[in-house]
């Protein structure tokens, strides 16, 4: 068990979760399928990046969203959220997080792929899909 991080591409708040609810296993496509809602497409992918998870909880708690544990919370990343991200990032400054299942302190081991999450969350923000972060532990 691990912190496992998200962000995807979709077209709407909740397609995410009702593309789940909605799905069944398919042992010949080794995936969930469903047919009334399309799946995100997955752009990144964080194994226990705990300071980054610690970032997107701030930037949850300024946007008042409602939860009761930051764990498989939908969170909907702006321009301006990823310019933030891209700023603390490049300084080095994504606030120390810890958590029973987080791990240590990846920064340095992410610092590229970060980047390059904002840089394709930013292409397909420029195309009019959505992105999203979501975790779960």
Do not use: C
């Not at 997107?56 to 959220?81: H, I, P, R, W």
């Not at 603390?88 to 606030?95: I, S």
């Not at 420029?126 to 979501?134: A, D, T």
């Amino acid at each position: 068990m691990g912190l496992d991080m998200y962000a995807y591409v979709a077209t709407r708040e909740g397609q995410h979760r009702d593309y789940y609810e909605g799905s069944e296993w398919n042992d010949d496509a080794k995936d969930y399928v469903n047919t009334k809602v399309n799946k995100p497409r997955e752009i990144a992918y964080w194994r226990k990046h705990p300071n980054l998870h610690g970032w997107m909880e701030t930037l949850a708690e300024q946007k008042k969203l409602k939860y009761d544990s930051f764990n498989g919370v939908e969170m909907e990343l702006t321009a301006e959220d990823l310019d933030a991200l891209e700023r603390d990032v490049k300084k080095r400054q994504l606030p120390a997080t810890s958590g029973f299942f987080f791990g240590n302190n990846s920064d340095q081991h992410y610092y590229d792929s970060d980047l390059a999450f904002i840089k394709a969350a930013r292409t397909e923000m420029f195309m009019g899909l959505k992105v999203f972060y979501n975790s779960s532990w």
